[in-house]
């Protein structure tokens, strides 16, 4: 049975009695205590005078000024009953902070699964207080539910801490096993080094996820159901499959509120859009302000990204796409079961434990050679390489400008769009291709021998 506001006064009144005793020369004090504790245990300045003055009252006009004084001090309205509302509250939910989405979630001691708190829930809480004769407000309720009252959880933390130590056994060779690609070494280390990295960028604010996995096959071959398999039940709600603006603010709250990211338009970017890509994959941590949010908020990148495609020519950076893992599929079994806490259990002891999971030096030329398959060719880059190719400039035919050589490319191929623009394109082409460079009367050219 909860306490009433008669239940209360008569609280107040044996915290009173504790200190003073009603008589003369204690009766003012004693009057200034109770109203203080009157006005701390919420009860309402009228009925205050009316149960005071009704047992205390030794001078009306005193009385009433030192209630009205006591009442003034709005902050300290209903202080004492912080910790019945909490117990009130810890009696019939049990609650927990989702530092990952920044969101409270409840359950009652009866259920099973958390539930993210909503309007209707938060106004069903309140309007049971107010049955229970607290008085606290919709925002106050909130206020209180967003603070160290409510313990953080980490459902990322949570599920990696609590699966059982790794047996030893290679769990994440069995999950690769799964797909058969062109490249059977490459894709084994490669998604080991990238489900560890997945796990760390998760749980780790300085363990940034640089690489993406991206399966190229058919339509029909299986390619998103085994994406959709990637995380572990208990991690499915913090997966995305979408499009991803890297100039909107819902696409950045993405990178902070999901653990991995299926990007659905891979196959469909243009230059642009694919340099903001890379950006993103890259980015460490986003700053804004949350819909509804009060104030800025610096978010922790916690998400890695993953992609498919049909088309096998994508990429469009001719300058190295090393950001990209791409394999060729051309089978995937998604019918045997995934041991998740094998996998998982892994992953997360190479993260603790050292294991590289990042790319550099040789690893990333091998990439970049890897991936020269999945690049879509400039127009220009087909024209030069049909024409010329590179030499020493004892072997030399000719030496080009980029000028020269977007003349001549006009010439044979009038069809083709060529503007002042394009010089920049071809001295990135003849860089990659390795044609030698040298300066002929204060110009530089190139060293090409004719095909």
């Known amino acids: 049975m909860k306490e009433t506001i008669s239940d209360n006064f008569t609280k107040c009144v044996e915290l009173t009695q504790q200190q003073f005793q009603f008589i003369d020369e204690q009766k003012e004090n004693y009057v200034i205590v109770l109203a203080t504790l009157c006005n701390k245990y919420a009860i309402p300045i009228d009925k205050a005078k009316i149960s005071i003055k009704e047992k205390y009252n030794f001078n009306d006009e005193l009385v009433t000024k030192i209630i009205n004084t006591a009442y003034s001090d709005k902050k300290m309205y209903g202080v004492a009953l912080k910790k019945s509302i909490e117990d009130f509250l810890k009696e019939k939910y049990l609650f927990r902070y989702n530092e990952v989405l920044g969101k409270i979630e409840y359950k009652s001691h009866k259920q099973s699964k958390y539930l993210p708190m909503d309007d209707y829930k938060l106004n069903s809480i309140c309007r049971d207080l107010e049955k229970a004769e607290y008085k606290i407000t919709n925002a106050k309720l909130y206020n209180l539910l967003v603070s160290d009252f409510v313990p953080k959880y980490n459902p990322f933390k949570d599920y990696f801490e609590n699966l059982p130590k790794w047996d030893g056994k290679d769990y994440i060779i069995e999950f690769s096993q799964l797909i058969i690609t062109d490249d059977t070494v490459s894709w084994q280390d490669a998604l080991k080094r990238w489900l560890v990295a997945m796990v760390a960028c998760s749980v780790n604010e300085n363990s940034i996820n640089h690489a993406v996995i991206v399966l190229s096959g058919g339509q029909g071959i299986g390619k998103s159901k085994f994406i959709n398999r990637i995380l572990p039940p208990e991690l499915k709600e913090y997966k995305y499959l979408g499009t991803i603006n ?206």
């Open 246 to 451: 890297p100039y909107n603010k819902d696409s950045l709250i993405l990178l902070s509120e999901k653990m991995l990211i299926d990007l659905d338009e891979l196959g469909s970017l243009n230059r642009k859009d694919e340099k903001a890509m890379k950006e993103l994959i890259t980015k460490t941590e986003v700053q804004l302000r949350k819909p509804y949010g009060k104030m800025l908020e610096l978010l922790p990148r916690r998400a890695s990204f993953v992609g498919s495609v049909n088309d096998g020519e994508f990429l469009m950076d001719m300058t190295g796409n090393r950001r990209f893992l791409c394999f060729e599929v051309s089978k995937i079994d998604n019918d045997s079961k995934i041991n998740y806490r094998g996998i998982y259990s892994q992953a997360f002891h190479l993260c603790k434990t050292g294991f590289k999971y990042w790319f550099d030096g040789d690893e990333i030329k091998l990439i970049d050679s890897r991936n020269e398959k999945f690049r879509a060719k400039n127009p220009i880059e087909e024209l030069i390489l049909a024409q010329y190719q590179n030499c020493t400039e004892d072997l030399a035919d000719d030496f080009l400008s980029a000028t020269d050589i977007i003349n001549r490319l006009k010439e044979k191929h009038n069809t083709i769009n060529l503007d002042t623009t394009s010089s920049m394109t071809v001295g990135k082409i003849m860089k990659k291709y390795n044609f030698k460079q040298t300066k002929k009367n204060d110009i530089y050219k190139y060293a090409v021998k004719n095909r």
